[in-house]
């Protein structure tokens, strides 16, 4: 058989020609065929945040040298299944005072904004939901959601508690949007578009040396930096800060509406890899992919495998930051360097430099501009350290 | 295009109904034995003191705040970065120039220490 | 025929949701309607093939002003139905005059003719906004930052906690 | 095209006059900001319409509304500012009791 026939492509066509067969009009074509993609990334999403959960324990497991789960299915690969199954039959307590239908409302928004995520991620070159203009503004839309969901979450559920965590966290999300925001800006200028699969289709040269994590590191850093707060992950997981505000905004939920913050909390921090994947690290890209699109989808999710492994890894191995901390962290360190980066980004781009000349500049400015800014922060740091300590400062008493 | 937002408008409705169909359908197999206390909040029977929407501190409100000049930023800024290629040296300054401008502002809200957590 | 149905039936549920706004006792179950209205709105604009707006709709609308809305409400605790009702002993009046107003509009509106054509959406659209930020309307760009800088100082200085 | 220009004018309408209604009746400062967004977004839906039907080849409506977009988050934060500011020194953001001015 023929390897190369094989085509993702060819899937879709067969069911467009199937549905065309069947005669029906154009518009009933398009809503199934809708139906069938959005159906198709539903359950994708469902098994994988399965897949996910199971994973992150066993690795957290190892890491900090305990055994993760291994009771359920080999390896333990069932327990997420168990636990499903448990949290579906179990009781479900709403507070009598609690603001009802926000209250409802919450969780199913949480979940809502994650699958929506789902729709804009570039598989391989044809495996996309929508491949739209604006897809990466389209993804800050979706995030949007998401903060007002942990809003109304901390709001409904009348527990004070809650109710800090909840702006806690939408603080903290808020914040490190702009970083994130200004670090994606930047691959959107370097390849001009900001379709998700016209940024990986940018950064298509052989064996991966055009993949903007090469030209542009620094941007990446700042990425995922702010994409382990927008995944509300360790450090930065005060929202669950079990010893300051017990569990955060959803302390009050229980049953299945905890299961759904908890599936659209693991598939938060898989959509934020498979972003990061395709803006930095090619995406679908890979060796032979020309030949064999079906690689596309392998080297896809193989990349954002990793990316979530080192999520991960930051999560089971990092203390957790103060809200002080991490509030300047973001304002007084990743804003002002993603902002010089740009400047930077910019004007580079713009004086017309030969190909491999200006790639070498970029990275050069990248690892400057962060030089920089560590040696700044390190120093400004070490002047907090040493300065003169004492138990009171003595005033002079004025006449 | 607007065959695109078809699946994303599809998307969106499986989306918000599903945990829902979901959250009723457990409705029907689970145990239902609501309690005063188990339904108090903290699930314990322990009472809060005073209201709970208590007032926040203006901290929250700043940061706020710097965000949306920021947004506003980042939506200016991406249409720009899409038309980028096309542009010439002079229109790139004039669009620093709109990010320094903010920059100040970053700058002005760290001189006022609105950006410490106090 | 689809566009029309998705339409009227987006139309019914943004000015149900704005109803819900200007009417909701609860001053956080206004602001959210005013979410539902504002995604409504979304929808709207991707009819209209306008789909940069209607994602940047989301983003600020959404994103950032309804969230300092909500924010403000807990740091005024201004939460209605507390104090006296949530309307001022004006509302007949501004009823009338609203539905009013609107009925002046819609017959206005259902009656003029406008030049209007039929013209595909250019599939560079983004590019045509980005480039005229800094082409035609490089001024109302950079007063915009100026406007942008000046509500960031004035607000900071407003909502500061003065110490001492 | 399959909707009339003038189903989105008339939308825009009855959003603009809620959100008219919102400002006149309301007695809760934040209650009145909330419609003046509502007026600002009725006013964006008219301006996207005719960029849509008169003028698509041009970006002068989508640029326009993104200025209205940005004018509205401005007002918005400086508004609330106030708001914020007034409860401090007056312990109420009750519009009918704020007049100062009045003497």
């Known amino acids: 058989m023929d390897l190369s026939s094989i085509d993702l492509r060819a899937i879709g066509a067969w069911f467009h020609g199937l549905l065309i067969s069947s005669g029906m009009s154009q518009t009933g074509i398009h809503v199934i065929e809708a139906l069938v993609g959005a159906l198709l990334l539903l359950i994708f999403g469902l098994t994988l945040v399965i897949f996910l959960i199971w994973l992150e324990r066993k690795l957290a497991g190892r890491i900090q040298d305990r055994l993760g789960p291994n009771r359920v299915g080999p390896y333990g690969l069932l327990q997420t299944v168990a636990d499903a199954l448990k949290l579906l039959t179990k009781e479900d307590v709403t507070p009598l005072d609690a603001d009802r239908v926000p209250y409802n409302l919450a969780p199913g928004l949480a979940v809502f904004h994650v699958i929506m995520a789902l729709a804009v991620i570039p598989f391989s070159n044809r495996v996309i939901g929508a491949d739209i203009n604006v897809g990466v503004l389209y993804l800050m839309a979706v995030g949007a959601i998401g903060s007002m969901a942990a809003l109304m979450a901390g709001w409904a559920s009348n527990n004070k508690y809650a109710l800090i965590g909840g702006f806690r966290v939408v603080a903290q999300l808020l914040s490190y949007e702009i970083p994130l925001v200004l670090a994606m800006i930047i691959p959107v200028m370097v390849s001009g578009t900001m379709r998700m699969n016209g940024l990986a289709v940018a950064q298509g040269s052989i064996f991966g040396f055009g993949w903007f994590v090469w030209t542009l590191p620094l941007a990446f850093l700042i990425f995922f930096v702010a994409s382990l707060a927008e995944g509300e992950r360790a450090p930065f997981d005060l929202l669950e800060a079990e010893s300051e505000i017990v569990a955060g905004y959803n302390i009050e939920y229980s049953g299945m509406k905890f299961a759904w913050f908890f599936l659209a909390f693991f598939m938060n921090s898989w959509v934020l890899a498979a972003i990061g994947t395709t803006i930095f690290f090619g995406g679908w890209q890979g060796p032979f992919v020309d030949q064999l699109p079906a690689l596309g989808v392998i080297y896809f999710l193989g990349k954002t495998m990793i990316l979530f492994f080192v999520q991960a890894w930051v999560r089971a191995t990092f203390p957790r930051l103060r809200i002080d901390q991490m509030m300047s962290f973001c304002w007084k360190f990743l804003v002002p360097m993603a902002l010089v980066l740009f400047a930077a980004v910019a004007i580079i781009l713009k004086l017309n430099l030969p190909q491999p000349l200006e790639a070498i500049t970029l990275l050069v400015a990248n690892v400057a501009i962060l030089l920089t800014g560590v040696t700044l922060l390190g120093r400004t740091q070490r002047k907090a350290l040493y300065a003169p300590k004492r138990a009171f400062t003595p005033t002079i008493p004025r006449l | ?118 | 025929m689809l566009q029309q149905v998705i339409f009227i039936l987006m139309a019914i549920f943004t000015l149900g949701m704005a109803l819900g706004t200007v009417t909701a006792r609860n001053l956080f179950h206004a602001a959210l309607f005013l979410v539902g209205t504002f995604a409504g709105v979304a929808v709207l604009y991707v009819l209209l093939e306008a789909e940069f707006l209607a994602v940047s709709q989301v983003v600020v609308y959404i994103g950032a002003i309804a969230t300092l809305i909500i924010f403000a409400i807990m740091l005024s605790r201004s939460m209605m139905g507390k104090e006296a009702g949530a309307m001022n002993k004006q509302w007949l009046f501004a009823a009338g005059g609203s539905a009013l107003l609107f009925i002046v509009l819609a017959m206005l509106l259902s009656k003029v003719p406008f030049a209007t054509q039929v013209a595909p959406v250019p599939p560079d659209t983004i590019e045509q906004i980005g480039s005229s930020f800094v082409g035609v309307y490089v001024i109302p760009f950079e007063v915009a930052s100026v406007l942008l800088l000046v509500a960031l100082i004035g607000a900071i200085m407003l909502a500061r906690e003065r110490h001492g | 095209m399959a909707i009339p220009l003038s189903w989105y004018l008339i939308v825009a309408a009855a959003l603009f006059c809620i959100g008219f209604y919102g400002v006149l009746a309301r007695r809760n400062a934040v209650a009145i900001l909330m419609g003046v967004e509502l007026m600002l977004n009725a006013v964006n839906i008219n301006f996207l319409a005719f960029w849509r039907y008169v003028r698509p080849e041009e970006p002068l409506g989508q640029v326009f509304a993104i200025f209205v977009l940005a004018v509205a988050a401005a007002e918005a934060a400086v508004g609330l500012a106030l708001i914020i500011s007034i409860y401090r020194t007056r312990k109420t953001i009750n519009i009918d009791n704020i007049d100062l001015l009045r003497g």
């Open chain 2, 1 to 118: 295009m607007l065959q695109q937002y078809g699946l994303i408008g599809m998307l969106a409705l499986i989306a918000l109904a599903f945990p829902f169909v979901v959250v009723g359908f457990t409705w029907l197999i689970r145990p239902k034995r609501p309690d005063p206390i188990k339904n108090s909040t903290y699930e314990c029977g322990l009472e809060t003191i005073g209201e709970t929407w208590v007032q926040f501190r203006a901290q929250y409100y700043l940061f706020a705040l710097i965000f949306v000049v920021f947004d506003i930023e980042a939506m200016f800024l991406f249409p720009f970065a899409v038309a980028f290629k096309q542009l010439g040296l002079f229109a790139v300054i004039e669009a620093l120039l709109f990010v320094a401008m903010l920059a100040m502002g970053l700058i002005y809200a760290w001189r006022k220490q609105a950006l410490e957590w106090q």
